[in-house]
């Protein structure tokens, strides 16, 4: 089983500017990566897809990269609605189809 | 517009069962495999189940296996978890969610439905 390791687990970042979020795979994923976002009360939402593509409608200050077992996922100008918790997940190996354990995202 | 709703829901004691349904709506269901995922009370995301295009291959979390069974029926465009042999530690919001495929990301969510083991 893949485990992914996200870090830091709460990341505290005033409004406009910069986030940086990483997760780690046990093993290479190659490009098979996801990151998703979660408000309280809602369910989560795919924002990119194979490690750096948006999904339809997500905006362009998220950003994805990395390959293999390092990602990293940017929010380049922090808005008031991206304050969220954050979860990669590995589609490479599987079963299972894991996840990380999560990022909240606070405001400082 | 696409929309999953998941229902079935409850309180149910410790090794009762329970059926979740989830209806697909918006989107061709067909093409999609879909994924039971769950999330206990204010912990992070566990993937449960998939189930293949036409429901021919299924896999499971070790957790769940040989307790639950994911089925869908692309006539009707619907998903089912049939949760048998509940424990407490089942407590979770139950997720629906489409992928194009068993290699992709999660395209589709459903809002969640709540299950409760509980005496």
């Known amino acids: 089983e893949v485990v992914m390791t996200q870090s830091p687990a709460t990341l505290s970042v005033s409004p406009g500017e910069k986030a940086t979020l990483s997760c780690r795979a046990s093993?290479?994923?190659?490009?098979?990566l996801a990151w998703y976002q979660q408000k309280p009360g809602q369910a989560p939402r795919l924002l990119i897809y194979g490690s750096s593509t948006r999904a339809t409608g997500i905006p362009a200050r998220f950003s994805g990269s990395g390959s293999g077992t390092e990602f990293t996922l940017t929010i380049s100008s922090l808005q008031s609605e991206d304050f969220a918790v954050y979860y990669c997940q590995q589609y490479y190996n599987w079963p299972p189809w894991t996840f990380g354990q999560g990022t909240k995202v606070e405001i400082k | 517009q696409v929309q999953l709703v998941e229902f079935g829901g409850g309180v149910v004691q410790p090794g009762r069962s329970l059926r979740l349904s989830c209806a697909a709506s918006?989107?061709?269901?067909?093409?999609?495999?879909m994924h039971w995922v769950r999330q206990a009370p204010g912990k992070g995301l566990e993937w449960v189940a998939l189930?293949?295009?036409?429901?021919?291959?299924?896999y499971y979390a070790d957790s769940v296996k040989g307790r639950f069974t994911i089925s869908r029926d692309n006539s009707k465009n619907t998903l089912h978890l049939q949760m048998n042999s509940l424990r407490a530690e089942d407590t979770a919001m139950f997720y629906c969610a489409g992928a194009r495929g068993h290699g992709y990301g999660l395209d589709y969510w459903g809002q969640g439905t709540l299950v409760t083991v509980s005496s």
């Open positions: 189930i293949s295009y036409d429901g021919s291959s299924e």
């Open positions: 918006g989107f061709t269901f067909s093409s999609y495999v």
């Open positions: 093993q290479s994923v190659s490009s098979n």
